[in-house]
């Protein structure tokens, strides 16, 4: 699944940590995300969603393989 939360985090300024503090989980929880090598659980998604004042799906775009 592809995403887009490392270029709405710089969009804001935010580092990794602030963006971590923000949704409650770890900033390794936000590295591995916007690597792809983690899928967050729908709520946090949401959390980012109501975070960034956005959909879910402007946030993350699936791929079919």
Same mark, same amino acid.
């Given at each position: 699944?592809?995403?887009?939360?490392?270029?709405?985090?710089?969009? !804001?300024?935010?580092?990794?940590?602030?963006?971590?503090?923000?949704?409650?989980?770890? !900033?390794?929880?936000?590295?591995?995300?916007?690597?792809?090598?983690?899928?967050?659980?729908?709520?946090?998604?949401?959390?980012?969603? !109501?975070?960034?004042?956005? !959909?879910?799906?402007?946030?993350?775009?699936?791929?079919?393989?």
């Amino acid at each position: 699944m592809k995403n887009r939360l490392k270029v709405l985090r710089a969009e !804001r300024d935010w580092t990794q940590q602030t963006l971590a503090d923000e949704l409650g989980v770890s !900033r390794q929880t936000i590295n591995a995300i916007e690597k792809g090598k983690y899928d967050p659980a729908l709520d946090t998604a949401f959390r980012m969603a !109501r975070l960034f004042d956005c !959909r879910i799906e402007d946030i993350f775009e699936y791929e079919s393989s």
